[in-house]
């Protein structure tokens, strides 16, 4: 079942953000929009269907919500060809890209009228057509990718193996570091602090929040894990610190296996159940059980080789804890 999990989870999750996006942007504009609202536009660009602000949040919920339901069963039926449900998460997220834009464009063009205007008057240009289908292929994009990691995380279980020594000569020293990036994690910024910057625009203070939680996504969204003599260390891409720092004494031992992002919780910084993770994208992943019986975790390329030198590094630092074993 938790592929199965997994992957409703990919397929709904862009349909609930785009919701949310279209009602932080009704509840930012509502006081400037008439009532009922123009919810329809010939190709001349002018309104011809007209719809209450009441029931409006209705017709948005039932729409993006339903769809994201009407995508889900096909793409959990489609349980062979990977390239089939590739196609299929992919349709859906630009589904929901298209129909997100378009709801909060009706808005921002209903917003333009004065609340007590009569809503024939509001317009919205054929050129918004061309923006909602480039913010509709941006979304399939990021679909196909999460769909394909997707794929690949559920081909089989991941194998956990116990990472070999890192052969060092006595007084070597060895370091190692890789540069880790998350698509999502951009995504998720940029998708956050863009309504913000739009609700403080229009004078909502609830922007701010959304503003700044959206550059803290960006800040993560890609970091360096290093490893030296002094432990592991993970720090954001633009400045080296504030940064995570796990001593070398903290460790106990180190393990790389695969895993999918959604198995260690989510993208971001993840508390769990025994331990926490920080997940940039599904994949290869360095383990950490630490000396409190915990474990952490963090998604980078080549792990491997960062677990085969922290365990030689802690053989190193604690010789005489080995010899009394």
């Not at 349709?91 to 129909?99: A, R």
Request: aromatic residues 6%.
């Amino acid at each position: 079942m938790r592929p199965v999990r997994r992957r409703a989870l990919i397929v709904v999750a862009p349909f609930v953000l785009a919701w949310a996006v279209v009602v932080a942007t009704f509840a930012g504009l509502r006081d400037r929009l008439p009532d009922p609202l123009a919810t329809h536009f010939g190709a001349d660009g002018k309104a011809d269907g007209f719809t209450g602000t009441g029931a409006f949040l209705s017709v948005v919920t039932a729409v993006l919500i339903g769809s994201g339901l009407l995508t889900l069963v096909p793409t959990l039926r489609l349980t062979k060809g990977l390239a089939a449900q590739r196609f299929a998460v992919a349709l859906g997220y630009g589904m929901s890209g298209l129909l997100g834009y378009a709801f909060a464009s009706l808005l921002f063009a209903n917003a333009n009228a004065n609340a007590n205007a009569d809503a024939t008057r509001v317009s919205l240009p054929l050129w918004h057509l061309g923006i909602a289908l480039a913010v509709a292929a941006v979304m399939g994009a990021l679909g196909w990718l999460l769909a394909s990691r997707d794929a690949a995380s559920s081909a089989g279980p991941g194998k956990r193996a116990a990472a070999p020594r890192l052969p060092l000569a006595e007084g070597e020293v060895a370091t190692w570091t890789r540069s880790v990036g998350s698509p999502v994690l951009l995504a998720v910024g940029a998708g956050t602090a863009l309504p913000g910057a739009v609700l403080v625009a229009v004078g909502s203070a609830t922007g701010a929040s959304l503003i700044v939680a959206g550059l803290i996504s960006t800040a993560l969204a890609r970091c360096r894990v290093t490893v030296d003599h002094r432990g592991l260390a993970v720090a954001s891409w633009f400045a080296p610190r504030p940064r995570m720092r796990i001593p070398l004494d903290r460790i106990e031992r180190a393990t790389s296996r695969e895993a999918a992002a959604l198995s260690l919780g989510g993208w971001g910084y993840r508390v769990r159940g025994g331990g926490s993770a920080l997940v940039f994208r599904s994949g290869d992943a360095l383990f950490l059980t630490l000396a409190t019986g915990r474990e952490f975790a963090v998604t980078v390329d080549d792990a491997s080789t960062a677990a085969a030198l922290l365990n030689t590094l802690i053989e190193r630092d604690r010789p005489a804890a080995g010899e009394r074993g």
